[in-house]
């Protein structure tokens, strides 16, 4: 089995392909690394170098030895760090479970930025709403964050506390329509109920918690009495849909700003006081990771209280 400092000499030829400069890396004699380089391809039983008249040069063996004595010397160094360091500092991952949001690129990039480990994974769970409480109930999300509606907080309240989460709400506003450029009522400063009737209800899978939103009252309309729907479970395909089809998506203001780039109105409907809540649920009595909490920081900073004013139609 080759020893440590074979390898770091492997490497070393590798990047300079030179016997005089990898001693001099090593600090140590050039009669030195050849012998050791003689050793290893012994032991080897495969010739590793080629010398030419400039130096030294991989053969296709050799590539295929250092790639992997590179690697074997990055995974001691990080060994190396765990003594003196606290294993958050050196690997993380953080899971959150989202529903019913588009969240804010530049959180995302905020949070990548004040990440301090070295290896970081980032999960993040587009789900139906039963799927995101379930996620960290069960303790494979440690974040939850979801758009819900006035109809459905008096039941989520029960649930997140039979699942033994706690809820805090963030912001709450009215609730808003999507619509893209296909849209015959795109250009209208203003929208009402028959607006929408005869166009696609874009939405995603309904489940045992968000099937509520089926009776919203909408004027004297309620959503389930919408003719025409289409059922998604692909986040990233929404926007795709309200662009180019006269799909609409009942939303919420807290996105108006990521779909506004993809040509995408946010318009309140009139004469609609319905309320929707910006909410987050995690376990109780659990001490979140470094992670979670730098992520939640970021969550209150862009969030709690957003005072984003959206005139009628953006």
Not at 241 to 268: A, C, P
Request: glycine share 4%; charged share 20%; aromatic share 10%.
């Amino acid at each position: 089995m080759l020893k440590t400092s074979q390898l770091e000499i492997l490497v070393a030829l590798s990047e300079t392909g030179s016997i005089n400069k990898a001693a001099e890396i090593l600090y140590t004699s050039q009669p030195h690394i050849s012998r050791c380089l003689k050793q290893i391809e012994e032991e080897m039983g495969k010739k590793l170098f080629t010398r030419t008249n400039t130096g030294v040069q991989l053969t296709r063996e050799g590539k295929y030895v250092c790639a992997h004595a590179r690697s074997i010397l990055a995974q001691l160094r990080v060994l190396e760090q765990v003594k003196s360091s606290e294993i958050d500092k050196l690997e993380a991952t953080l899971s959150i479970a989202v529903y019913a949001l588009f969240i804010k690129e530049k959180l995302f990039l905020d949070f990548k930025n004040s990440c301090v480990s070295t290896s970081t994974t980032l999960n993040v769970y587009e789900n139906t709403l039963e799927n995101a409480l379930n996620a960290v109930s069960h303790g494979v999300c440690e974040l939850g964050i979801a758009v819900i509606i006035d109809a459905e907080m008096p039941s989520l309240r029960s649930i997140v506390n039979t699942k033994g989460l706690q809820l805090e709400v963030l912001s709450s506003d009215y609730l808003y329509v999507h619509i893209g450029p296909q849209h015959n009522a795109y250009k209208k400063e203003s929208l009402s109920i028959e607006d929408l009737t005869q166009s696609t209800y874009l939405h995603l899978p309904f489940d045992k918690y968000s099937a509520t939103r089926l009776g919203i009252q909408l004027e004297s309309f309620k959503v389930k009495d919408f003719h025409n729907t289409f059922t998604v479970n692909n986040y990233h395909l929404i926007p795709y849909f309200l662009q180019f089809t006269d799909s609409f998506l009942l939303g919420n203001k807290w996105q108006w700003d990521f779909l506004s780039t993809k040509e995408i109105k946010t318009v309140r409907i009139d004469n609609c006081d319905l309320k929707t809540h910006l909410v987050l649920f995690t376990k109780k009595r659990l001490t979140l990771s470094a992670e979670a909490e730098k992520f939640l920081h970021l969550l209150q900073l862009y969030y709690r209280d957003y005072n984003t004013t959206l005139n009628k139609a953006q």
